[in-house]
């Protein structure tokens, strides 16, 4: 069985990805990159083989590959993520990935951002959101299976679903404090990060380490309380994105 992990390139022009809110300073490329460094570094030492994909001047927001693809079960479904301006970075991902796996393109005027899409136990959970439509969420269901589709009204605010809650070990999730109601996650056992850690709920779960953002401390404690073994990166560029830790890679095992 291997280990894959497709990640992409910060462009020059990653200064001027999409935000929610103007940043409390300008997003720094050179500290971006470092960061992103760091992050491909766990992949390496978790032992996964390495697909980049070269970044694209033309799109600001590149770096964010989750949102262009869902992979489940040797399919991936690759999607046309809700802005606009996000649209193009789905073809290099294609080919990038077409080697590795079956490909189902979505059609217009469905939407949908992987960032919205969380598998968890028997459950691939959706989120409706700003960037995500019916008809993303009906493609979905019908890639993947009516029966495991569950679709979750998104917190006004909230960009993505993952926002708030992302998986960790099978039938175990990291859901933010006040965010949304644990009966939605039923039969998965929850582990919470504290009100005002919000943004720390999105961690990636590798087998034996959980990489989670490094200045979230209350967050780190429930996960180590946990028993899971942490690898802390930062994230101050993303997030100045509104981009945070899923949202900078693609993964599957073939
Ligand atoms: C966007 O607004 O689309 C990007 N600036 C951030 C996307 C983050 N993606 C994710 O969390 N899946």
Not at 36 to 58: C, I, N
Request: with cysteine; net charge negative; hydrophobic share 40%.
């Amino acid at each position: 069985m291997t280990d894959r992990v497709l990640l992409r390139e910060i462009p020059n022009s990653f200064s001027q990805a999409l935000s929610m809110r103007a940043p409390s300073s300008p997003i720094d490329v050179w500290v971006a990159r470092q960061q992103h460094v760091a992050y491909r570094s766990v992949f390496t030492a978790a032992g996964y083989q390495e697909t980049l994909v070269p970044a694209d001047e033309d799109c600001p927001d590149c770096v964010f590959v989750e949102d262009t693809a869902v992979i489940v079960d040797g399919i991936a479904l690759i999607t046309r993520p809700g802005a606009l301006s996000r649209q193009p970075e789905t073809g290099p991902v294609g080919r990038a990935l077409a080697p590795y796996l079956d490909l189902v393109h979505m059609q217009a005027p469905a939407t949908l951002d992987g960032g919205d899409v969380m598998c968890a136990g028997s459950k691939i959970y959706v989120g409706r959101s700003a960037r995500t439509n019916a008809e993303g969420i009906a493609t979905l269901a019908h890639t993947f299976g009516r029966d495991r589709v569950v679709p979750i009204d998104l917190p006004c605010g909230v960009l993505h679903l993952k926002c708030v809650v992302s998986p960790l070990s099978p039938g175990e999730i990291l859901l933010a404090d006040e965010t949304l109601s644990h009966e939605l996650f039923a039969g998965l056992e929850i582990i919470r990060a504290p009100l005002g850690e919000s943004y720390a709920a999105n961690v990636v779960a590798l087998g034996e380490y959980v990489i989670v953002a490094e200045e979230y401390p209350r967050t780190i404690a429930a996960l180590d309380a946990a028993g899971h073994s942490l690898w802390p990166v930062p994230t101050s560029e993303v997030c100045k994105a509104d981009g945070s830790l899923t949202c900078q890679s693609l993964r599957w095992s073939y």
